[in-house]
C-alpha cells in the first residue's frame, strides 16, 4: 500500500520571534497540531483536481527575508500597505488618519490588543476544508489588524500590496484580520506580485467579522509569477442586515489555490461573489467556494468565470448550504467556462444543500468554446480572426471585470487580460 504524503518537518521549524507573546503563543500551538499533518492527494475530495500540482521541497519552508523591491504594478487611488514577503514596511506605506479605524501591524500591538486578536484568528475559516490555513497559523511573522469602530467609513479603497521576492527559494504568510463595527464600510484591495526566479510558496488568509449593517468590499487580484505557489484562504462572517461583495481576479501558475468561506449569521445579510479566472501554458488554478445560509431572510448572489488555454487547467468547487433555520433564503451560483484549445480541462462542481423548505436556490454550470458561427460573422465583417476571438473572449469576462469597483483595478486587471490574449491568440 502507497503511504500517505505528510508534511515536512522542515515547515514546522520556528519562524520570527518579533511577534508579541500571545501571538508567538498562538503561533506554538498552531504548529503543535501541524505534526503528522498527511498533505492532500487525489482521494482528497477538496483537493482531487490539485493535489499533484503541489510541490513542497524542503528548502521552500525557509521564510523568506522582508527585503526586496517594494514597487507595485497599481497606480493606488487611495491608502496602501505593502507587506515584503508576509512582513509590514511602514515606510513604503500610506495610512489613513481618520477617526475610529485602526490599521495596526500585528508586530506593533500591545500584549492586551494581541491577546484579543489571539483569540478571533481562525475563528472564520472551516480549519477541515482549508488545511493550508493551519500552516499560515504556525508560520506567520506579521499580519495586519483593521479595527472600524460603529458606523466608521473608509473615503477611499485601502490597497494591502502583498510582494514576493523570491531571490533565493522559501515561503511567505501573508495575514489580515478585518473586525468591521455595525454600520461601518470598507473597501479592500489585496494585490498579490512577486520578484525573482526561485520556487517559493505563498500560503495567505484573511478574514473580515462584520457587525451588524456593515458594508465591506474586497477586491482580490493574484498576480504572482511562474515560480510562486500560492495557496490561498478568506474567511467571512456576516451578522444582521450586513454585505460583503467579493472580486477575485486570478492569473495561472504552477498552482494557485483560492478557497472562500463565507457564513450568513444575521438575519438580512446579503453576500455578492464575483471571478475571473484565466489560464495557459501548463498553468493551474482552484476556485473552491462555500456560502453558509444560517440565518433566515438572507440573499447569496455568485458569478464565477474561467478561461483556459493550451495545456492549462481551471477548477470550480462552489457550495451553498442552506441551513434548517435559515427559511426565505434567496441563494443562486453561476459557473460559466471557456476551453481556447483541445488540450485545455476545465472541472467544475456546483453544489446545493438544502435543509430548509421556503427557499429560493438555484445553480448552474456551462463548458464551452467560441462560437465559431459568431467567429465566422466578425471576419465577414472585416474584422480579422484573432481580433474576432480577442472580442468574444473578452466579452464572456467583461461583465465580471466592470463591475470591479475601483478603476485602478480594473485596468491593471484589463491590461494583463490583454497580455494573455496577445500570448494566446495568433493571427490566422
Known sequence: MKSVPMLSSAFLHPAGESLPEPLLALRKERAS??????????KTENWKYSSKYLKLADDMAISLPAEGKTGNSLAVPGYKVVFINGVMIPEASEYPDLDG??????????NDEAEALSAKLGSTLNHDQVQFARLNGARFEDGLFIRLKPGAVLDQPLF???ETSADASGSAYPRIYVEAGANSQLTLVEEYTSSGEASALVSTVTEFN????????????????ENVQHIGATGVLQQRSSRFESHCVGFGGPLRRHDLQVRLEGEGAETKLNGVVVTQGKQHYDNHTSIDHVAAHCNSEETYRNIAADQSHAVFNGRI??????????????NKNLLLSNG??????PELEIYADDVKCAHGATIGQLDETAVFYLVSRGIGRRQANVLLTMAFINELVQQIPVEAVRETAQARLSDFFEQTFQEA
Not at 33 to 41: F, H, I, K, R, S
Not at 321 to 334: E, F
Not at 344 to 349: H, L, N, P, R
Open 33 to 42: 497540531a501541524l505534526v503528522d499533518m498527511p498533505l492532500p492527494t487525489r
Open 160 to 162: 494591502i500590496i502583498h
Open 344 to 349: 485545455a480541462e476545465i472541472d467544475t462542481k
Open 321 to 334: 448550504h442552506i441551513h434548517q433555520d435559515a427559511q426565505k433564503s434567496n441563494a443562486d451560483m453561476n
Open 101 to 110: 479605524i485602526e490599521i495596526l501591524s500585528f508586530n506593533d500591538l500591545a
Open 210 to 225: 462584520l457587525a451588524d449593517g456593515a458594508n465591506v468590499t474586497s477586491i482580490r487580484l493574484n498576480m504572482e509569477g
